[in-house]
Structure formats: C-alpha cells, structure tokens
C-alpha cells in the first residue's frame, strides 16, 4: 500500500462507520460498465459536501488490488450487482486530491514536478523490478509498468478543479494543468478508468472543452449518474424515520435540486447534519459562506438583479447554459453568472424547461443574508417587515396588511407591478416570514390582473390559519374577496379543514394606494 498509488480503504470505511452513511455502491455497476471503454473518462461535478469524496473514496476501495473488497463491500448494494467481481480490486489506483499539491506549491511548474514525483516515488518502489526507458519519465514509467503487468490504472482525481479557483485568473497556468491531465490521460492504454471530481465542469476555451475524451456529469445534466448526486427523497425519508424527524420539514429545508427523472434531490451535507443534531438549520455555513454568493449577485449584468429579486421571491428564471465556460472570472451575460450559481449548488436546474430557481429553505437564507449585507433595499425591507406582516394578518388588521403591501410594493417599484408575475412577487416577498409556517402555492395567472397566493400551515403549525392572499391591481378589495369566493376557496385548500383567512388587497395604478379586507371562513 503506497500514499498515492493503491492507497487502501481506509477512507471509505471511515465513512462506512460513520453514525449515517447512504449506500451509493451502485455507483460502481455503472464504472464498470464504461471500464477500459471509450467512455472511461468521467469528469463528475457537483457543489461542495455533496459527497464526492465519498464516491471517489469508494472507487478506490473497490478497484484497489491491494484492498479485500469482499469484506469492505460486503452487505452493500453493489455485491448484488452481477459484474461485482469482474474488476474488483483488479487494478492499480492513482488517488490524487489536487488541493493537497497546490497548497504545498509556489507554482503551477512546482506544483506539476511535485505531483510527477510524488507518483514516481510510489511507482518505482511499488515495481522496481521493471525496465523502465526513463525513471524521471512519469507518463513513460505508467507505460512500461502497464506493458509489464498488463494491470490497468484506475486514475482518481479529487478536487481537480481547484487551480480554477485558486488560480482564477492565471490562464497560463490553467493551460498547463490542462496540458498536462490530457498528456498524462488521454489516448493511454495504461487507463483502465479516469475519475474526476470536482466543483466545476471542465474549463472550455471557446466553445470547446480542454479535456474532451471526458463525459461530463454536472448539476445541469448528471446523466446516468442522477441517483448518486445526493439523497433521494426515498433515502431522506428512512433517515428521519430512524432519527425521528419531521420528513416534509427536512424535505422543505434541504430538497429542491431535481433531474430530469428525479424531482427530490436533498443536500447529503445537511441532511446528516441535521438527522445527527435533531436540529433544522442552517448547515450550508460550515462549508460555504454568504459572501461567495454575495460576489456574484452583485455583478452589474443587465437583469441579473431583478431576476435574484423575482428567484427570492419563488418565481423561476429561464437561462441559456451553454456560453458559460466552467470557470469563475469569465461572464459575459447574467446567465453565465446563474449557471455558475448552479454549479455552486445556490440555484437549482430544471433540465427540461431551462429554468433556474432557488432550490430550498436553507439556501433561500443565504441570499436573505448576502442581500442584507449587499444593502438591496427591495429584498431587505420586504424581508425585515414581514413578521409585522404576518402579525397584522392574523390579528385581522386590514389597515395595517395594506400599509405593509403598500411598502412592500414602494421597495419593489422596479418590477413592472402592472404585471401578475410581479403582483406575486411582491406578495411573496413581503410575507417571506409566512415560510417557516406554512407552505406557500402561488396560483397560475389567469390574465384578469390579479395574482392569489394559498398558504397553507405546515403540520407542525396546524394551529395557524390557512390564508389566500389576493392581491388585484384596480377595482376593490370586495371584488378581491368575491374572486376569492367564486373560485371556492381555491384548489389548494380543497382538503383542508379549519380557519381560512381570505384577505383581499387592491392596488390603485393612480393613486398608487392600497386597500385590504379580511374575511375568515371554516372549512
């Protein structure tokens, strides 16, 4: 067992006795399935803590030739797997996390001899025996190990994105790093598979990418690996039976990435977190910081900030991906800067309509927090006063909820009130306090200048009354209140029973004035 070349398992049964670990062995029927393929080029990315160590760590377990990977994966779902034994620990495995050369380097020269040395030193202990052409030749002594043993190399590279981030605008450097990977990588016979991982997809440079023998699984397209990107709501659902955990609480909390053909995806991180303290909070701070999205949304691109403005509020915004070229400094557009939010994990992605929005509780206070610090006086004053609010609701104080909307309304000026999209917007914001007790369905425009809002409490909160807000630009609060009654109280509450607050808001486009009525009803 060497540090870089066949380092063993212990990582991974680190995780395996950890209080929650989540089988992803399944992973493994799909690597082997591109084994010593065409396709045995992964590149896999995906935001901090949603457990690409792990996988990798995995990986290396079960491809390991050093490693008794009967034992280690015995009981977990892949033994089940017909290939299981086909390639199990079969192979040699370079397991390299890039963030550890980088930060013991002056340089990318420094940091690309130290990393070829360090594979040397283990590889030349591991097979002295070989006759190698040039014992400083890494890449060369790979090939003449591989010639002699015919055992393939299962290349992990952990972190790999890193100098994109530490070295954002070196490009000279980034071109090396890149050079090198496809140098070492590409066209080998010695590669029986190549894993990456990381938080950003492959740099491009135009509107090709750097390393193209690899497919790339990413937050806009994990492809056949969906299942393995985080918790599944199945899998979220075991968890808080075991730990005794609200599941629809933990759902709103930490769920809201989805793919293609699964809509709940939780972030692992938080999830275990919280399962293993008993708390819902915030967790996405013990990794990230408010201030890495707080450099982005403060961008000065055309839209950018009245699309962060109509996200916050529960709308959706449809991006163009495709001119975003995997790094953190090159934006040409808003969207650039929303795709490189998906990557981070503050956005999620609707692969089918091309939609981004803000994915869960957890990640909607990030933005509250980055706002607040940014002085973004339509979101903080909205968002300060929306206790009082929700308050004055409840207490029925039809004066004091069309001052609020009315303020509301005066700090969102700049979205075009005048449409319904806006009107819930605005509805949104101003009762952004309202989340932590109820969930929120906003109906679909109808086209007739009024947007409604259902509100219905959270089982936790069964207390609270449920609430429709109307909000309709001219014309009266009454006609708000009928509207509210013609449509039966709305779809949303048709299985509800209890109190139901039906408060209707009318906005005068002259005198720019509010008014409210509140009526309660029981259902």
Not at 262 to 270: A, E, L
Not at 329 to 342: I, K, M, P
Request: net charge negative; glycine share 6%.
């Amino acid at each position: 067992m060497g540090i870089y070349l066949n380092p063993g398992s212990d990582k991974f049964q680190e995780a395996l006795r950890s209080a929650i670990y989540v089988d992803k062995s399944s992973m493994i029927a799909y690597t082997n399935r591109i084994f010593k393929s065409s396709n045995k080029y992964i590149c896999v990315s995906r935001p901090r803590r949603f457990g690409k160590s792990m996988a990798a760590n995995m990986l290396s377990a079960y491809y390991d030739r050093t490693v008794d990977g009967s034992r280690v994966f015995r009981g977990l779902n892949i033994t089940d797997d017909a290939d299981f034994d086909t390639y199990r620990n079969q192979c040699d495995v370079l397991f390299l996390n890039m963030q550890e050369f980088l930060s013991r380097s002056m340089d990318m020269a420094s940091m690309l001899d130290l990393l070829k040395r360090r594979i040397l030193h283990d590889v030349l202990r591991e097979y002295p025996d070989v006759e190698y052409f040039d014992r400083a030749d890494m890449i060369g002594c790979l090939g003449d190990v591989y010639a002699e043993t015919n055992c393939p190399f299962v290349v992990i590279i952990d972190e790999w994105d890193c100098i994109f981030r530490e070295y954002r605008n070196d490009y000279q450097a980034q071109r090396q790093y890149l050079d090198f990977l496809r140098d070492w990588l590409k066209d080998k016979a010695y590669i029986g598979l190549a894993y990456m991982t990381g938080i950003l997809p492959i740099k491009k440079y135009g509107t090709h990418s750097a390393l193209n023998m690899f497919t790339e699984f990413s937050m806009t397209n994990p492809r056949e690996l969906m299942p393995f990107v985080g918790f599944t709501a199945e899998e979220v659902r075991n968890l808080c039976e075991q730990y005794h955990m609200d599941y629809e609480e933990t759902m709103s909390w930490y769920d809201g990435y989805q793919f293609r053909d699964m809509t709940s995806i939780c972030n692992p991180r938080s999830v275990a977190s919280a399962m293993e303290s008993g708390i819902l909070d915030t967790y996405w701070t013990e990794t990230e910081t408010f201030e890495a999205l707080k450099v982005y949304i403060d961008m000065n691109f055309s839209g950018l900030r009245d699309t962060i403005v109509r996200l916050m509020a529960g709308g959706r915004q449809k991006i163009d991906t495709r001119s975003f070229v995997n790094d953190m400094t090159t934006f040409h557009s808003a969207d650039d800067v929303l795709t490189l939010l998906v990557h981070l994990g503050y956005l999620g992605y609707d692969f089918d309509t091309k939609e981004v929005f803000i994915p869960n509780r957890e990640i909607m206070g990030e933005y509250v927090t980055a706002t607040r610090v940014s002085q973004w006086s339509e979101i903080v004053h909205s968002v300060l006063q929306s206790d009082r609010l929700l308050q004055a609701t409840w207490n029925g104080d039809e004066e004091a909820v069309a001052k609020g909307l009315e303020e509301a309304h005066l700090h969102t000026s700049h979205l075009q009130y005048n449409d319904e999209n806006a009107l819930s917007y605005t509805v949104s914001l101003a009762y952004y306090s309202a989340r932590q007790y109820y969930t929120i369905i906003r109906e679909l425009p109808t086209g007739k200048g009024f947007a409604d809002m259902a509100f219905l409490p959270k089982k936790k909160y069964a207390d609270k009354p449920a609430m429709i807000v109307e909000l309709k630009w001219d014309g009266t609060a009454d006609t708000a209140l009928r509207q509210i009654r013609d449509k039966h109280c709305t779809e949303a509450l048709k299985d509800y029973k209890g109190n139901i607050f039906c408060v209707g808001i009318t906005y005068d486009r002259g005198s720019k004035k509010h008014t409210c009525r509140i009526e309660t009803e029981t259902m």
